[in-house]
């Protein structure tokens, strides 16, 4: 166990839709990353917060957004949904902001029809 | 952009028999890192290397990271069943906020 909670675990929406995906980071952990798995593309960054500012961004599309509250558990929301956005999304923490080790969570499976 | 590529894509080995796996980035790493993701699960960190020509073993398994910080690799001494999954490198990108992974190498044992 990571100590990294994500949720949903799985999740089947239909193209156009709007999805919230959760993430808990491990306790002590301040910063939060969010990563995009596909067969293809391997594992994609999307973006790091740490302390709840907004550090890193990688190729994350206009129709992704992520925050992270004060609280440290972070969301990011997918929107305009197409085919394409089909994929396991990762959360993963870390203590620092950088050159850190990361703790992932078990990933949300979502499934666009 | 930072790229880390790995090699092989996949590797398919006997159970007993050796394995390794390369990395190599298009530019100078401050550290890597290597984590391994098994069938169905997320991935798991397993070390990170800092100085050049560092060696760290865990195990069977031996990381290295070369003179020149541009490239890594992992060895895997007779391997188990246990040793499935996929093998990521990751290196922090140029703002040293983002790991760029490698695509990983997909390693299958047949017992």
């Known amino acids: 166990d990571s100590g990294v909670t994500q949720t949903p675990k799985h999740l089947i929406t239909a193209t156009g839709q709007r999805v919230t995906l959760r993430c808990s980071p491990r306790s002590g952990d301040l910063s939060v990353y969010w990563y995009q798995q596909s067969l293809d593309q391997g594992l994609q960054f999307l973006i790091q917060y740490y302390n709840g500012e907004e550090r890193a961004k990688g190729n994350i599309l206009e129709r992704f957004s992520a925050q992270q509250f004060p609280d440290l558990h972070s969301e990011l929301n997918l929107s305009s949904l197409e085919l394409g956005d089909s994929a396991l999304y990762f959360c993963?923490?870390?203590?620092?902001?950088?050159?850190?080790?990361?703790?992932f969570g078990d990933g949300t499976r979502l499934s666009i029809l | 952009g930072q790229q880390v590529m790995q090699i092989p894509q996949y590797q398919h080995v006997q159970e007993g028999e050796d394995f390794t796996t390369y990395c190599n980035s298009s530019t100078t790493l401050s550290n890597i890192q290597w984590y391994k993701q098994r069938p169905g699960g997320h991935p798991v960190f397993l070390i990170q290397l800092v100085k050049s020509g560092e060696v760290k073993k865990q195990k069977r398994l031996t990381f290295q990271f070369g003179e020149a910080k541009k490239n890594s690799s992992l060895h895997i001494t007779a391997t188990q069943t246990t040793d499935v999954g996929t093998y990521f490198c990751?290196?922090?990108?140029?703002?040293?906020?983002?790991?760029?992974f490698g695509k990983g190498t997909l390693l299958t044992v047949n017992p």
């Open positions: 993963a923490s870390s203590v620092g902001d950088r050159d850190q080790p990361q703790h």
């Open positions: 990751a290196g922090p990108g140029g703002s040293n906020y983002k790991l760029t």
